[in-house]
Structure formats: structure tokens, C-alpha cells
């Protein structure tokens, strides 16, 4: 039997990949973490997932975080990313805490 979403206003949701290597994990999770994960939940967003440890099954793992992000929209995603209240965040991650950073976004179906 299929499922089928009843979605009034055709609004897909949107997700944000992460998968980042932080120089030290104890900066990413004080001085990272609060502050991103605030500024998301500002726009409907939520982190649904996230590990230090993911199981690879296929690929290279280049990181010591991975994470999932919600979002209600592709654009409310972007809105966020470009936002006043994350850059902050996005920068000190971007030039301090990590030496790599993959951040993905995928409209849901």
C-alpha cells in the first residue's frame, strides 16, 4: 500500500547534508553548536540527525561530524544558510573550527 504526504500547499521539504572535520571537537560542540542550532530552529528548522561515528557504505568518510538537516522548504533552507543570525556561526566553523567542510542541500520529495 502506497503513502502519500498530504502537502495543502505543495511546499517540499528541503535538507542540508553535513560532513565536516573539526580541528577540535570540544569548539564545535561549545562554540559552534548552540548558537547554529538556535538560529535554525528561527526558521522552522531542525536537526534530525547527527553522529561523529556514521557507518559508510559507500565513499570516503572525511569528517569526525555528520549531520541532517529539515527544513520546510528549499528556499527557508537557503534563507537560513545566507541568514544575519547563522553567519556568524557559518564563519567561526568556515575559518576557525574546520579543517574541511561539505555542506549539501537537498529538496525532499
Do not use: C, H
Not at 555528520?66 to 543570525?85: D, G, K, M
Not at 579543517?99 to 549539501?104: A, D
Request: aromatic residues 10%.
Amino acid at each position: 500500500m502506497e503513502t502519500k504526504i498530504n502537502n495543502t500547499n505543495n511546499t517540499k521539504p528541503a535538507y542540508i547534508m553535513v560532513q565536516v572535520e573539526a580541528k577540535n571537537m570540544q569548539d564545535l560542540v561549545e562554540k559552534y553548536a548552540p548558537g547554529a542550532i538556535q538560529s535554525l530552529a528561527k526558521y522552522g528548522g531542525e536537526m534530525i540527525a547527527g553522529t561523529p561515528a556514521p557507518t559508510v557504505l559507500e565513499g570516503e568518510w572525511k569528517g569526525s561530524w555528520a549531520a541532517v538537516l529539515r527544513f520546510p522548504s528549499i528556499e527557508v533552507a537557503q534563507t537560513w544558510y545566507n541568514s544575519s543570525e547563522y553567519k556568524p556561526f557559518k564563519e567561526l566553523r568556515i575559518n576557525e573550527i574546520t579543517n574541511y567542510n561539505q555542506i549539501l542541500l537537498v529538496e525532499g520529495m
